[in-house]
């Protein structure tokens, strides 16, 4: 009897310490599969995360010159220095009007673009950068995208004009200058230039 009584308490204790140690192993088994998923989330993120970065500087703005190189400073280097030198894709800077010129990396913080053709006069300019821009899918343009610049307006520096009247004053004739910021042509200036009496009343004439 005492055996028997002695032989279930030892195999009663055998199954309690099966049953704990089956126990212990799920937890650590399902502690391993957090611990798991959690990382493939952090390895996850840590891949998709990109870096980001601005524009620090675009210039000039503002009233600029007919000829002018322009440069954007980036808030961090973006490509290293073997990049520096390369062009851009000309779709990373869009112009409106259009422009002609090329952009290239000047340093690896800097984009230089470098005009072939004249702006043109007394014009309002808008460039966007788009996402062509970035050297990579690792990085992300954030913050002011546009900026704005327009070249000097059209505008008379300086006029000098006389008429003398014939003895029935009806027929006039008038010389003198008139001078522009800009290169003017005889169609152009019929086109647009009016002499008109104290009265508003206009007086036609030929050139």
Known sequence: MVFSKLSK??????????????????????????????????VRGNVGAKTRYSVNAF????????WTDFSITFSEAIVDKS???????????????????????????RIGFFLDAPLAPAAQYTVKLTSEINPSEVFQLTGQ???KFATEPFAVQQTRMEFNTDESREHAIGFGTIT??????????????????????EIPYQI
């Open 83 to 109: 990049r520096v030198g390369t062009e851009v894709p000309a779709e990373a800077l869009r112009f409106t009007p259009a422009v002609q010129g090329t952009a290239r990396w000047v340093a690896p913080d």
């Open 59 to 66: 210039a000039p703005q503002g009233e600029v010159p007919e």
């Open 9 to 42: 308490n030892l195999s009663a204790e055998s199954e309690n310490r099966n049953l704990l140690l089956k126990s212990l192993i799920g937890v650590i088994g399902l502690m391993t599969l957090l611990l798991g998923a959690c990382l493939f989330y952090i």
């Open 145 to 147: 995208k546009e900026f």
């Open 180 to 201: 522009f910021n800009y290169p003017v042509t005889t169609a152009d200036l019929k086109a647009h230039l009016s002499i008109e009496l104290d009265d508003g009343t």
